[in-house]
Nanobody, 116 residues
Framework: VQLQASGGGLVQAGGSLRLSCAAS????????MRWYRQAPGKQRELVAT???????NSADSVKGRFTISRDNAKNTVDLQMNSLKPEDTAVYYC???????????WGQGTQVTVSS
């Protein structure tokens, strides 16, 4: 099983990035998908969740700016990030949680750096 995250990079404050997580070895249609992030010296935090039924929850810090979406046909989950702030700088990880099989998988992370 592999979750390949991509789309990170360096962007100025106020800019946008779109992260994508491509899964192989599993069908994400039966998984709750999440994006987490971890800034230097800080704990990993949950950014956004999308359930199998496409119910979405987002952290208060990103509400109105970040949008999580899934494409089960393409086996991908995306995170559209708008109005980026320097405090959004972190490594972003995708995560799959299987309610049926109780299995879970982490992606390798992609760096997002927002300059002021």
């Amino acid at each position: 099983v592999q979750l390949q995250a991509s789309g990170g990079g360096l962007v100025q404050a106020g800019g946008s990035l779109r992260l994508s997580c491509a899964a192989s070895g599993i069908s994400i249609s039966i998984y709750t998908m999440r994006w987490y992030r971890q800034a230097p010296g800080k704990q990993r935090e949950l950014v956004a969740t999308i359930t199998r039924g496409s119910v979405i929850n987002s952290a208060d810090s990103v509400k109105g700016r970040f949008t999580i979406s899934r494409d089960n046909a393409k086996n991908t989950v995306d995170l559209q990030m708008n109005s980026l702030k320097p405090e959004d700088t972190a490594v972003y990880y995708c995560y799959a949680y299987g309610i049926i099989n109780r299995d879970n998988y982490w992606g390798q992370g992609t760096q997002v750096t927002v300059s002021s």
